[in-house]
């Protein structure tokens, strides 16, 4: 399993809100439910004011999910440190903050070197022109639409504008948006031209997760199209 390219929707649930006691039969039921990659939330305390996990789980939750697409969102201080211990877990993509690092080149380097993708996450007042000179660099920009840390908050409508504006620089860049994004507010996110979607509670608490899913990504699929026939 991997992930789509920008020219198509990815949808990936992020386990925050999920049962972490039962967390490997809830991931299975999302990805039977139609989800294309997991979104694993790691949080140190630091970076944030939440802790959630490490790669220990995360090697754990491989052996029951394998060949699962595991994007790794590490809202850690010095990011540099975990990457060899979460490739080692059996991570695919590694995104980390820009906000994060002093050093966000090195870091992309490092996380390359241990065989895992490189995305690059950015807070609501970061302003979205610091990810240009690493666009290269990276498989995925995240665009943070709360201020991370806790699941359920909400979605802030402003983050819009950064998601256009590098749509409209780069079409096949793989576009991330995560926080407060469900049915709700999907076609905003659409609209903007996200096509990774990560949705937290809306979709991990959801009474149909297969409806829901089927939901998002008709609503994200129908906005790329439109996209493409418009350039």
């Keep these: 399993?991997?992930?789509?390219?920008?020219?198509?929707?990815?949808?990936?649930?992020?386990?925050?809100?999920?049962?972490?006691?039962?967390?490997?039969?809830?991931?299975?039921?999302?990805?039977?439910?139609?989800?294309?990659?997991?979104?694993?939330d790691v949080m140190d305390g630091h970076f944030v004011p939440n802790l959630t996990f490490g790669h220990p789980v995360v090697k754990c939750l491989r052996a029951k999910v394998p060949g699962v697409f595991f994007e790794m969102h590490m809202m850690v201080s010095e990011p540099e440190k975990w990457i060899e211990g979460m490739a080692d877990a059996g991570a695919d993509m590694?995104?980390?903050?820009?906000?994060?690092?002093?050093?966000?080149?090195?870091?992309?380097?490092k996380i390359r070197e241990a065989g895992m993708k490189a995305g690059m996450g950015?807070?609501?007042?970061?302003?979205?022109e610091v990810v240009l000179p690493y666009i290269d660099l990276l498989d995925c920009v995240?665009?943070?639409?709360?201020?991370?840390?806790?699941?359920?908050?909400?979605?802030?409508?402003?983050?819009?504008?950064k998601i256009e504006f590098l749509r409209?620089?780069?079409?096949?860049?793989?576009?991330?948006?995560?926080?407060?994004?469900?049915?709700?507010?999907?076609q905003q996110c659409a609209d903007?031209?996200?096509?990774l979607i990560v949705s937290g509670s809306a979709l991990v608490k959801s009474a149909n997760k297969k409806q829901c899913i089927y939901d998002m990504r008709s609503v994200v699929d129908s906005a790329l199209k439109n996209r493409k026939q418009q350039s």
């Design 192 to 195: 903007a031209g996200a096509n």
């Design 142 to 161: 995240l665009v943070m639409t709360v201020n991370p840390g806790f699941g359920g908050q909400k979605f802030i409508s402003d983050c819009m504008s």
């Design 94 to 109: 590694y995104t980390f903050h820009y906000e994060a690092t002093d050093n966000p080149k090195e870091c992309i380097r």
């Design 1 to 40: 399993m991997a992930l789509s390219s920008g020219c198509s929707c990815s949808i990936g649930p992020s386990i925050l809100n999920a049962d972490l006691s039962n967390l490997a039969a809830e991931c299975q039921e999302l990805i039977a439910a139609g989800s294309d990659y997991l979104h694993l």
């Design 122 to 128: 950015i807070n609501p007042p970061t302003q979205v």
């Design 168 to 186: 409209s620089k780069f079409t096949t860049l793989d576009i991330g948006v995560d926080g407060g994004v469900g049915p709700n507010t999907i």
